[in-house]
């Protein structure tokens, strides 16, 4: 892992748990445990969570709980690796006849563990829980998660939304959680985040002040395929019971005024030169970040060929 960081800070926004030693045995009876596919995200997460209490020291145990509360803003578990000969799905979804068992069983027990609740949203995904982060083909100079070839630069993950405690249905709010579990990342290429708390410490007052105020329109993001509703007019920034929270994505954002203008350019100034904390993913890590106290980005990069690009199973999670 490459981890750069600014300052103790940056470095303390991220807890990581490394696990010594993992027993491959506990994941074939596990595989037996719940026979062949169709299956359901609840059940393998209960095992999942099984398998885990039964692998990990009570430590690690608790510091999984009580991430969601705590002050650290993301968390990677690293040292249960797996590997699979399914190829990467060159057109973002797999094929109903292939799974990757075992990662799945990680990637909902670690859910499980944390208590979030994963959730689908209609309107991108074709409805599916998991989005399979990967290379496709007809998604080259987008922005999105199936692309590559162009930078996807700092942004919260559908911020065209209420916050999960405005909104009366989770899948038309902004998720808590990003969850990824990571397939295969040949290519070396890096997650970043970065902190807000560190972005707007950076930003003069007026500029939090007017990012503060319901004077920018949101559109949908280019995942949002299913998504044709209007623009959507609210604050970038608001303040939340454990400090502020942030909606953004430059490409659908929109000042409505001169002076939400004027603030929106000094925050992509300070988004234009921070530096964030570059993790390079490797099979079987599990990493989750809180979608609304960090941006997160992802350069553009160049993927393998034939089923081997780049890649990485993220849900969302409230
Ligand atoms: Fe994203």
Redesign the pocket.
């Known amino acids: 892992m490459s981890l750069m960081a600014l300052d103790v800070h940056q470095a303390s926004v991220v807890q990581m748990l490394k696990v010594a030693g993992f027993d491959r045995q506990a994941l074939t009876h596990c595989r037996q445990q719940l026979g062949t596919p169709a299956h359901r995200a609840e059940h393998v997460g209960r095992v999942g969570a099984q398998l885990l209490r039964s692998t990990l020291n009570n430590e690690v145990l608790q510091a999984i709980a009580a991430f969601p509360g705590s002050g650290y803003k993301a968390l990677l578990l690293r040292g249960i690796e797996l590997s699979t000969e399914v190829r990467s799905p060159c057109d973002g979804f797999l094929p109903e006849a292939e799974c990757v068992l075992d990662f799945d069983l990680l990637h909902f027990g670690m859910l499980d563990l944390l208590g979030v609740r994963c959730h689908a949203v209609e309107y991108e995904n074709l409805g599916k829980l998991v989005r399979n982060v990967v290379p496709v083909a007809h998604a080259v100079g987008t922005t999105s998660?199936w692309g590559a070839d162009v930078d996807?630069s700092w942004?919260t993950?559908n911020p065209n939304w209420p916050f999960g405690d405005q909104a009366q249905d989770v899948a038309r709010s902004v998720p808590n959680y990003l969850a990824f579990i990571a397939v295969r990342n040949q290519e070396q290429a890096s997650t970043d985040i970065v902190c807000i708390d560190h972005v707007l410490a950076q930003l003069p007052s007026w500029a939090i002040e007017h990012l503060s105020e319901p004077s920018y329109a949101f559109g949908a993001p280019a995942s949002n395929e299913g998504f044709d509703g209007p623009h959507r007019v609210m604050p970038i920034l608001e303040r939340g019971a454990d400090g502020y929270r942030l909606r953004f994505d430059d490409g659908i954002v929109t000042a409505l005024n001169p002076r939400a203008e004027a603030a929106l350019s000094q925050l992509r100034a300070v988004l234009g030169q921070v530096r964030g904390i570059e993790l390079v993913l490797q099979p079987g890590d599990f990493f989750i970040f809180k979608n609304t106290r960090v941006l997160?980005r992802r350069r553009a990069f160049k993927p393998l060929p034939e089923g081997q690009a780049r890649w990485l199973r993220r849900v969302y999670g409230n």
């Open positions: 998660s996807f942004h993950d997160h």
